[in-house]
T-cell receptor, first 108, second 113 residues
Framework: AQRVTQPEKLLSVFKGAPVELKCNYS??????LFWYVQYSRQRLQLLLR??SRESIKGFTADLNKGETSFHLKKPFAQEEDSAMYYC??????????FGKGTKLSVKP | NAGVTQTPKFQVLKTGQSMTLQCAQD?????MYWYRQDPGMGLRLIYY???????DKGEVPNGYNVSRLNKREFSLRLESAAPSQTSVYFC????????????FGPGTRLTVL
């Protein structure tokens, strides 16, 4: 079965602290994984995808096929990072299979 | 370019009423999707249209119908609304052969009383 698991509903950190949002997936084959972010009162938007191996807004994510994980990391959190984060897996229908999301709260 | 637009932004219905949620994109994308977002559930696929003229069921299609009116527009219809359909509905589009970056609309917040 194709599935994405985000074990934390809420993650609260202080400004300047490191952040790691966890994502595990279940998929037979070569997965395509993404992180989407939804800031308050804004639409869902792509943050990064594993095939690009890029860093966006200081965030990185590495695909670990052995652990079937795609955790999102940032060394120093900023208040403007507060948002809802969704890990997503490309489904067989071309759609996205989303995790339940993690709300990141960065306190001053 | 407006990207993906949705109307209405908000709607309140009574149980049994019907309504159509509209979605349009101006990016010339082939594929369009409807998701619902519920607290603690993430986004779940309702229906999708891989290309103009085709539609298929997603994970949670019961109680919904869709129409791919043309390449730009993809509507979602609730024939007889139920309280369980209270949710935020998102439309998305992408180019068929892209690396699957989907572009999302702003959402429609629907409440069924």
């Amino acid at each position: 079965a194709q599935r994405v698991t985000q074990p934390e509903k809420l993650l609260s950190v202080f400004k300047g602290a490191p952040v790691e949002l966890k994502c595990n997936y279940s998929y037979s084959g070569s997965p395509e994984l993404f992180w989407y972010v939804q800031y308050s009162r804004q639409r869902l938007q792509l943050l990064l995808r594993h095939i690009s191996r890029e860093s966006i807004k200081g965030f990185t994510a590495d695909l670990n096929k052995g652990e079937t994980s795609f955790h999102l990391k940032k060394p120093f959190a900023q208040e403007e990072d507060s948002a809802m984060y969704y890990c997503a897996l490309r489904g067989s229908q071309g759609n996205l299979i989303f995790g339940k999301g993690t709300k990141l709260s960065v306190k001053p | 370019n407006a990207g993906v637009t949705q109307t209405p932004k908000f709607q309140v219905l009574k149980t049994g009423q019907s309504m159509t949620l509209q979605c349009a994109q101006d990016m010339n994308h082939n594929s369009m999707y409807w998701y619902r977002q519920d607290p603690g559930m993430g986004l779940r696929l309702i229906y999708y249209s891989a290309s103009e003229g085709t539609t298929d069921k997603g994970e949670v299609p019961n109680g919904y119908n869709v129409s791919r009116l043309n390449k730009r527009e993809f509507s979602l219809r609730l024939e007889s609304a139920a309280p369980s359909q209270t949710s935020v509905y998102f439309c998305a589009s992408k180019e068929l052969w892209s690396t699957n970056e989907q572009f999302f609309g702003p959402g429609t917040r629907l409440t069924v009383l």
